[in-house]
Structure formats: C-alpha cells, structure tokens
C-alpha cells in the first residue's frame, strides 16, 4: 500500500505564495509521474502540474509563469511553489502518484487525501 500525504495549503491573501508538499511512504519502488491537481467547489478536477521522474514538467496555462512544481526523488516528495496568487487559485489540491511497488511491477495511480488553498481578494 501507498499513502500520499499533502501539507502546506491555508488561507493567503491575493498576490501572496504558498508552498505545497506531498510525501509518498509505503510500498514504493519507483514512482514515476507525480502531479497536483485541484477541484473548486461546484467544478471537476483539473490538471495543475506534473512531473516526471527525471524533471520534465507540464503546466496548465491558468498557472503557468506563476507556479513551480518540483521533487525530491530521494525522499519521495513533491513540492509546489504557489506564488502571485488569485481568487481563482481557490481550490482543494490533490497530489497523484504514479507508483510501482516493485522492480517488474506495474504503476498504478494513488492520490492524497487533499489540502485547502484559499485565496482571500
């Protein structure tokens, strides 16, 4: 089993940074693509960043220039910088994993429990 586990999200004004984390422990061999995603209240999860095992990143355009996702591949964590925030950035933020529990193992997809982000105007 897998656990995925985020920290850092709270309340900030508009034009301020946050910091997310999310640490993977468990049964983990290689985790391949890690990402953020977020739902605000009434919509359906989006895509926010991804990161592949060797730093190749994706951005959604609405966070691009203003976010940085990144990762310890040695502690299993993920991180990401949140800054210029806006109203819009409100949501609960979710980390994913894509995660092989052994060497010839296939990856499956685990996700945390989620952080909320709140951004006052």
């Known amino acids: 089993q897998v656990h995925l586990v985020e920290s850092g999200g709270g309340l900030v004004q508009a034009g301020g940074s946050l910091r997310l984390s999310c640490a993977a422990s468990?049964?983990?061999?290689?985790?391949?693509?890690m990402g953020w995603y977020r739902q605000a209240p009434g919509k359906q999860r989006e895509l926010v960043a991804t990161?592949?095992?060797?730093?190749?990143?994706n951005y959604s355009d609405s966070v691009k220039g203003r976010f940085t996702i990144s990762r310890d591949n040695g502690k299993n964590t993920m991180y990401l910088q949140m800054n210029s925030l806006k109203s819009e950035d409100t949501a609960v933020y979710y980390c994913?994993?894509?995660?092989?529990?052994?060497?010839?193992?296939?990856?499956?997809?685990?996700w945390g429990q989620g952080t909320q982000v709140t951004v006052s105007s």
């Open positions: 468990g049964s983990i061999f290689r985790i391949n693509t």
């Open positions: 994913n994993a894509k995660v092989a529990s052994s060497r010839f193992g296939i990856y499956y997809d685990y």
């Open positions: 990161i592949t095992s060797d730093g190749n990143t």
